[in-house]
């Protein structure tokens, strides 16, 4: 997609929900990425080292994303229990009060 400003014509890089397959702005999804701990954790700059997957900013998607290993497939690394239940603590916070989009 590209966008039009003063200096002419801008690329926005758009990326993929791993969980419901539709693309969106790469700025309107959260990437999470694989530590070199193996961890998973949410990368808000979008700057972190480390293989990266995108989700939407809606609980659904994250819900999936983790009970269907989705996640687990786009980061090619096993995600324990606990850190999925991080991550899902961790959106649902992100989100506030509003916990179907952000």
Do not use: F
Not at 6 to 15: A, F, I, L, S, W
Not at 75 to 87: G, P, Q, V
Request: glycine letters at 8%; a positive charge; hydrophobic letters at 25%.
């Amino acid at each position: 997609m590209w966008e039009t400003s003063k200096r002419g014509t801008k690329h926005v890089p758009r990326r993929t929900c791993v969980a419901c397959r539709t693309v969106h702005d790469k700025k309107d999804l959260v990437r999470l990425v694989r530590a070199e701990d193996g961890n998973v954790e949410p990368d808000t700059t979008g700057k972190k080292t480390g293989r990266g997957a995108y989700l939407c900013r809606s609980i659904e998607c994250w819900e999936t994303g983790c009970s269907r290993n989705k996640l687990e497939n786009a980061l090619n690394t096993r995600i324990s229990i606990e850190n999925k239940d991080r991550l899902l603590q961790w959106i649902k916070g992100y989100l506030g009060d509003d916990n179907t989009t952000a």
